[in-house]
């Protein structure tokens, strides 16, 4: 079946630490997107990537990085100076063109600072 | 960032009820309203979408009304089940865009 994995389901992180989730889909979609979720809050987006070795900053970019070296990977770097990581952390892709403008997500990954 | 304005924050209704969830929008050059439902702990699913060409579609019991002179649209949620109550999201993008816009989410309960 097609679709997103992202990994690890749950990550903690130490303070001072950088971490990478990592997002892979088999959708042979053209875009990925990076989205953080705080409770009870909307979706927030990082960054998003339309071709392979190009990404775009979205609304929250700071403390974060990413690449695309390939167009079924879009991993998210969560580095030491995003000083507040703790969220649920979600990937999305999309096919683009005229015939389907909308996302797949990931099943998330939740990031606790310990 | 064109905004797209959800409402209500949260719902609750009673089993076979009829929650309405409303957005509206203002960049005409939109073209694209899907609706997506997140359960806790889950990533968002694509529940249901719509184009401005058509002012209703209907896939089982949830249906999108869309007013394309008001630039509003909403979900209706027919004979609500309590599994029904998870997050809703409504979103807008056009032709051109290269990323969705998201509503604020409403968090809907539907009690037994």
């Known amino acids: 079946d097609g679709g997103i994995t992202q990994s690890p389901k749950y990550l903690f992180r130490k303070e001072g630490q950088n971490v990478t989730l990592s997002c892979e889909q088999n959708l042979n979609h053209d875009a990925m997107y990076w989205y953080r979720q705080d409770p009870g809050q909307g979706l927030r987006l990082i960054y998003y990537s339309q071709i392979v070795n190009d990404f775009q900053k979205g609304d929250i970019a700071e403390g974060y990085s990413v690449s695309r070296e390939k167009k079924e990977s879009f991993p998210l770097t969560v580095t030491s100076a995003q000083k507040n990581p703790t969220a649920f952390y979600l990937c999305a892709s999309r096919l683009g063109g005229s015939a389907n403008y909308g996302y797949t997500f990931g099943s998330g990954t939740r990031l606790t600072v310990v | 960032q064109q905004q797209v304005k959800q409402s209500p924050q949260s719902l609750i209704v009673q089993k076979g009820g009829i929650p309405i969830i409303n957005c509206a929008y203002e960049n005409t050059a939109f073209d694209y309203f899907p609706w997506y439902q997140q359960f806790p702990g889950k990533g968002p699913a694509l529940l249901i979408a719509i184009r401005p060409d058509v002012s209703e579609k209907k896939e089982g019991r949830f249906t999108i009304s869309f007013n394309k002179s008001a630039k509003q649209f909403s979900l209706h949620i027919m004979d609500s089940q309590p599994g029904d109550s998870a997050t809703y999201f409504c979103?807008?993008?056009?032709?051109?865009?290269?990323?969705?816009?998201f509503g604020e989410g409403t968090q809907l309960t539907v009690n037994p």
């Open positions: 979103a807008a993008i056009e032709t051109s865009g290269s990323r969705l816009t």
